[in-house]
């Protein structure tokens, strides 16, 4: 048997802030529950009801989320013995789980619902602040909030700041996007005679426990200091599409994806440098120059028409999503090994053909070291490994002699090859040694830069020529 509920809205203040229809309802009605009895309405009327409140859960429960579900369920299976009436705090369809609960439950054919009004704190709100939300409004729950999500030029309102805990946690999440001592308003008590709005720096707001409760809001100003924003994705889209706009850099106008390429390369190698560095303010910064490379391609590509950094981001998210079934999905991969073949097998997948070439894999577009090494990668799994590191090592001899075969008939072409092939040879030797080439000569690179730098700094401080003259060189 699927019951009735009638949800109706206690509202933001006391009894006679009520709609007379309301009131009402809350007299006749014979099987009455109260969310929580903590509301001035309840308190007023506490001796002309008789109901039963959820109080006793949120001891009993460690989460809100338990709470709210165990409350929604009890409700369905009184509806099963008799319709139910049941009051919430301000209006049902504003921040309130357990109403939206119950919706869901609807939907399903687990019960009937029927929401009637009730008067929203928010607009008691509007007015307290003199706010108007046209401006631009963004009104979230505290356990929903996300620095991410934040819309730092509207108004924002925070509601559900039960206690200090959520406070805190509260304080702790604009912080990532406000300064400490941005201005923030505790609002309580809002439409009611004890109304109390507290102006206080955000790092404050879970000193003032005794002002945090069940009708408690914070209120964050919007941000007009431009230099807050500095931290948002959306600031520094704009500042690169102004970069490429017409009144912007020449420089950055007349780029293209193919005067970029050497810039990503450097860019990818500096943050290698700044992790070998273990320097993690130089690695932010080098991790900032290589997004810098991705948001300049995407503006070239919005710019020409063909793809924006939005088409980026979502072929990302989807391929992750895609790529990680084990995660996302219903698979599971408790190992590495395991992570890395299903991630092989989806790549394949996605090409869409089992008898593609192998070499249509590698990106030709890679720094020859990089490409050498992916090349041999590939030769191996086609069986075409050289036998052994016995092998490896007669080749890069037999290299070496024809280098030195070039010299000594000044034949360049010659020793171009050579040279190319010792250089292979060595980049298979470093695979055979698990070894990656790549970062095996940027470090020495390093090393090499470290030396220049001493003799450099020797050569000034005892103010010797930094050059050599012919007769010196000889």
Not at 125 to 137: E, K, M, V
């Amino acid at each position: 048997m699927t019951g009735n509920i009638h949800v109706i809205g206690l509202g933001a203040g006391d009894v006679n802030q009520l709609s007379v229809g309301i009131y009402k309802e809350l007299r006749e009605s014979k099987r009455l529950f109260m969310r929580t009895s903590e509301h001035p309405v309840v308190v007023d009327l506490k001796h002309e009801l008789t109901f039963h409140s959820f109080d006793e859960l949120y001891v009993k429960h460690a989460d809100f989320d338990s709470v709210y579900q165990e409350i929604a369920e009890r409700l369905i299976s009184e509806a099963k013995q008799g319709d139910v009436v049941y009051a919430v705090p301000g209006h049902p369809m504003v921040a309130e789980k357990t109403v939206q609960l119950l919706l869901e439950a609807a939907k399903q054919g687990r019960v009937n619902v029927n929401v009637k009004g009730g008067q929203s704190f928010i607009d008691f709100l509007f007015t307290a602040l003199n706010i108007d939300p046209i401006d631009g409004f963004y009104f979230c729950d505290a356990m929903d909030l996300e620095a991410e999500q934040l819309p730092l030029a509207n108004h924002m309102i925070i509601c559900q700041v039960y206690d200090a805990f959520i406070a805190s946690e509260v304080k702790l999440t604009l912080m990532e996007v406000l300064p400490a001592d941005y201005d923030i308003v505790i609002v309580r008590s809002v439409g009611n005679s004890d109304q109390q709005l507290t102006r206080i720096s955000l790092y404050e707001l879970d000193h003032y426990i005794d002002a945090v409760d069940n009708l408690t809001s914070v209120y964050v100003p919007p941000v007009t200091d431009a230099r807050l924003f500095h931290g948002q994705f959306l600031t520094l889209r704009k500042i690169i599409k102004r970069l490429r706009g017409p009144e912007g850099c020449p420089w950055n106008r007349q780029q293209t994806h193919r005067s970029l390429r050497k810039y990503l390369i450097e860019e990818a190698f500096e943050v290698i440098e700044a992790i070998d560095e273990e320097d993690d303010d130089h690695l932010a910064e080098e991790l900032g120059d290589v997004l810098l490379q991705v948001l300049l391609h995407a503006q070239i590509g919005e710019d020409e028409g063909y793809f924006d950094i939005r088409d980026v981001i979502r072929i990302l998210t989807e391929k992750m999503i895609r790529r990680h079934p084990h995660v996302f999905g219903e698979e599971t991969a408790e190992t590495v090994e395991a992570v890395s073949e299903r991630w092989e097998a989806i790549k394949k997948e996605e090409r869409g053909s089992d008898s593609e070439r192998l070499l249509d894999s590698i990106e030709k577009g890679l720094p020859p070291l990089m490409l050498a090494h992916q090349l041999q990668k590939q030769a191996v799994k086609m069986g075409l490994d050289w036998p052994g590191f016995q092998a490896t090592w007669e080749q890069i001899a037999t290299g070496w002699k024809e280098v030195q075969q070039g010299v000594q008939h000044g034949d360049k072409h010659q020793i171009e090859q050579r040279v190319g092939d010792m250089l292979f040879s060595l980049v298979n030797l470093s695979r055979h040694y698990q070894i990656d080439p790549v970062l095996a000569l940027q470090a020495t690179n390093q090393k090499f830069m470290k030396r220049l730098s001493g003799i450099e700094t020797e050569v000034t401080e005892r103010s010797l020529p930094m050059h050599l003259d012919k007769n010196e060189e000889e």
